[in-house]
């Protein structure tokens, strides 16, 4: 079994775009700039924010947090947004999420420029991306596929069977794998039979929140097996995957942690870049 070491592909993946941050500050004299708000002091996103800033600052782009209180007004949020979409050294703008009640999300991720958007989530690029044009990719989905092209780049006429169907994950891991010409279906908590569905497929891609749910016999030995899961149990975080069981019979596995989870934040540096590099078209 091949296990996809996420924590690898994500520094070489930094490396790449290391360099190519030096190459576009030879050529344009200036380099790609990523500003997360931050809003209240929830633990889990203040950690993921310092990640990205970290990993930011690592690849040599330009990066700020801007740090707002639990209280803070939405109007101050769309304002600063509304800055920050005109300020030609800010590349790319995340909110982190989740927001405090009193703050629409819909209305906050549609205040910023589409061509900003490095998290994927404005109407534009999620249209964008299910019409197959250019467009930010949500980064953990997009980090999910540039995984499963380690194993197997061929992912023509493959059969995948995605687990869950979030605007966050499923439904653009979906679209990303049309467009490799997979055969997908998505599932999720309706679906009559998971495990018949599972054991249909070549990929499986869990993004579910249920610690374990896919088992070992509900895959083939040739299943590539992607798990997107964070779940916290009393001993530890476990994905959506039985890792134990499921690593005994699937062709390649991601573990968690340690799979998607860096891919996530490598791909908010590459989309960074790309809207960089699409701004100076
Ligand atoms: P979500 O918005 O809660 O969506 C979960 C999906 O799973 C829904 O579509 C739901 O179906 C489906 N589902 C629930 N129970 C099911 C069942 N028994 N069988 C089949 N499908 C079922 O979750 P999410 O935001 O996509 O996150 C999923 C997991 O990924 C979570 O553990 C989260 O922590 C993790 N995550 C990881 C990363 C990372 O970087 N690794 C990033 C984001 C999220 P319905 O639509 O019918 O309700």
Not at 24 to 40: D, E, F, R, S, W
Not at 155 to 166: D, M, P, T
Not at 249 to 265: D, E, F, Q, S
């Amino acid at each position: 079994m091949i296990l996809i070491d996420g924590k690898k592909a994500a520094a070489e993946l930094r490396e790449e775009l290391k360099h190519e941050v030096e190459g576009l500050k030879a050529k344009y004299n200036k380099v790609p700039g990523l500003t997360v708000i931050l809003i209240g002091d929830l633990t889990p996103s203040q950690i993921y924010v310092r990640n990205k800033e970290k990993s930011a600052n690592e690849v040599g782009l330009k990066s700020e947090v801007l740090k707002y209180p639990d209280s803070v007004e939405e109007k101050t949020i769309l304002e600063k947004i509304e800055e920050l979409n005109k300020d030609e050294t800010v590349s790319g703008i995340l909110v982190q999420l989740p927001l405090p009640k009193h703050i629409d999300k819909q209305k906050v991720i549609e205040t910023i420029l589409p061509s900003k958007d490095v998290d994927g989530f404005h109407p534009m690029n999620v249209g964008n991306l299910s019409s197959g044009y250019e467009s930010s990719v949500p980064c953990t989905p997009l980090g999910c596929y540039l995984l499963i092209k380690k194993v197997e780049p061929n992912l023509s006429g493959k059969k995948a069977v995605i687990i869950g169907r979030s605007n966050l994950n499923g439904k653009p891991m979906t679209q990303l794998l049309l467009k490799e010409n997979c055969t997908v279906t998505i599932t999720h908590s309706k679906t009559k039979d998971l495990k018949a569905e599972c054991l249909e497929a070549d990929i499986i891609v869990a993004a579910v929140g249920i610690p374990e749910l896919v088992k070992g016999d509900w895959v083939k030995k040739d299943t590539i097996v992607i798990d997107v899961g964070i779940n916290k149990i009393e001993n530890g975080i476990v994905g959506d995957v039985d890792f134990d069981e499921v690593s005994k019979n699937a062709k390649a596995l991601t573990p968690v942690p340690g799979g998607v989870g860096p891919m996530t934040i490598a791909c908010l540096l590459k989309n960074t870049i790309e809207c960089f590099k699409r701004s100076q078209i």
